[in-house]
């Protein structure tokens, strides 16, 4: 067997099997192949891209003002893209004055909730009255039968509360979140991506995408889901870094200040308080009690942090990394997450819970009761809080609900043509006529009034190569980022191909729209090419990466006026449908 090869700050490298060598006709290169081997400390803890010195020359700037320019655009570059999105989202975002869609379900649910801790039965057509006169509308105390948990309806009633029962009020927060997700996304990508640049490309991809910005404006859970699926994603991100830097600070430096990594630390460090894993929990746990299907993300991102445990074990210079993460990591990773997302989501059912007098009590409330009134008692449960045996009662029920939604809808999909945009969802429409709402005197025939549920074609067409660019990446360069990034879309895409016979649609897509954006900029990252590139080879790169973003920029903008709601001419509304799937 031949000797292992060692890097100049690496340590030993396992030279590369003969089926690994097999694999670099795909592209595999292990680092040992590496022209310039990357050091121990950087690979623990890489330094983030800095603008070379010739951009700053050809612009004027100094060194020292350089310097306080590029610390500044750690946080002003991203607050910029969010302002961006920001006033593109809560632009007109009382229009349409309307319940559009599932707002219908939502939007009087909250404020149900929110005023009186469970939703009630709302009578049929109580929409209109709504819009007309909200003050008018009495809640009723009568309770409703509702399939998901009730955090998103929880936030949906805070902007409420805050500014009134009537569309902005039930719109507000979710446009500040879909805002928020903006801003997280450029502090993410920047984080994974080590550059700022990347990481703000990849919030402006969702700042203009047209399922984000139309999720954004409309009173639905899917984008409060998102938003804590993100949050937990960009925490588990921190999380990484901290491990890791905690190894760096471990490890032992040699004569040249090199650092070297050591199999006893590595396999025996304690990681002690990992507070940001506790957040990830928390924040998972408010995703699973905003719909369900949190749960898969829960699961998919606990799989994630324990191999990203092991991974940097195995840097540091562990022998059995995944014995030594077994030992220190497993259990502590598990109740960081899993017991933390529980309680986490037990919470948001307090009002549900503590409101229990007769004829002002939540569906299913009074269940365990009646169940300990009946001869022979409550079962075998009995000792249990009844607050817990009528809840996981409720629960039960629920599940059956989803899992038999068989019920056929004009704008139901199958998930294999979400990520091509297959069949969007129409929340709302209207004919006006020349001259009234909006439409154009000058109008031949009657316009066309549309809010689309529907993803920047561009965008979402150039996604379906970001995906199989970071798949290969993860599977033949190792590359974790790409690994994460494929992470977060399979967690919130591929459980919905268990539920072939389920009514769903493109819409719940909107969860891994932030991964996909995360894989265009990456990809567009690799076409601007690597530092070190010649000038040539950059300044094409990043030629054709520049007219890809422009042309993204233009697709939304050309579509703007079917996710806004604007009234247009019916022929310009058809020259927007690009495929007959769409109307």
Known sequence: ?????????????????????????????????????????????????????????????????????????????????????????????????????????????????????????????????????PGSVLIPTDPGYVVHPPMGKWVIGLGEKIFGFEPFGWRFMVALLGTLSVLMLCRIGRRLFRSTFLGCLAGLLLAVDGLHFVMSRTALLDQVLMFFVLAAFGCLVVDRDKARKRFAGALPVDEEGVLRPDAEIAETLRMGWRPWRIAAGVMLGLAAATKWNGLYVMAAFGLMTVLWDVAGRRTAGAVRPRVAVLRRDLVPAFVSVVPVAIVTYLATWTGWIVRNEPGHRGYFRDWAEKQDALPGGGGTWSWLPDWLRSLWHYETEVYS????????????????????????????????????????????????????????????????????????????????????????????????????????????????????????????????????????????????????????????????????GTPIPIDQWRNRMWLDTWI
């Open 1 to 133: 067997m031949s000797e292992p090869v060692t890097g100049p700050a690496a340590g030993p490298v396992a030279e590369p099997s003969p089926w690994q060598r097999r694999l670099r006709r795909f592209g595999y290169a292990p680092r040992a192949d590496d022209p310039a081997p990357i050091g121990l400390r950087d690979r623990l803890d890489p330094p983030y891209a800095r603008p070379s010195e010739r951009v700053w020359s050809l612009l004027g700037i100094g060194p020292v003002l350089a310097e306080r320019l590029w610390r500044l655009s750690a946080w002003g570059g991203p607050l910029l893209v969010a302002a961006v999105a920001g006033v593109l989202r809560f632009w007109n975002l009382g229009k349409p004055h309307a319940v559009i869609f599932d707002e219908t379900y939502y939007a009087k649910d909250s404020w149900a909730l929110i005023n009186q801790g469970y939703e009630g039965a709302w009578p049929k057509d109580i929409d209109k009255t709504v819009l007309r006169d």
């Open 401 to 564: 609900f989803h899992v038999g939604l068989t019920s056929p809808h004009t704008y139901e999909s199958n998930p294999w043509s979400w990520i091509v945009l297959g069949r969007p969802v129409s929340y709302f429409y209207e004919s006006p006529a020349p001259g009234t709402a909006g439409c154009p005197s000058t109008a031949k025939e009657k316009c066309a009034q549309e809010v689309l549920a529907l993803g920047t074609p561009l965008l979402w067409w150039a996604a379906c190569f970001a995906v199989l660019y970071v798949l290969w990446r993860w599977a033949f360069r190792r590359d974790w980022r790409a690994g994460a990034i494929a992470c977060g879309i399979a967690a919130g895409w591929l459980p919905w191909f268990m539920y072939q016979e389920r009514t769903i649609f493109l819409f719940y897509a909107v969860v891994f729209v932030p991964f996909l954006c995360l894989a265009v900029a990456m990809m567009l990252g690799a076409i601007i090419g690597p530092r070190g590139s010649s000038e040539r080879r950059r300044t094409f790169g990043a030629v054709t990466a520049g007219c890809l973003v422009l042309l993204i920029v233009w697709n939304f903008i050309y579509f703007w006026p079917i996710y806004t």
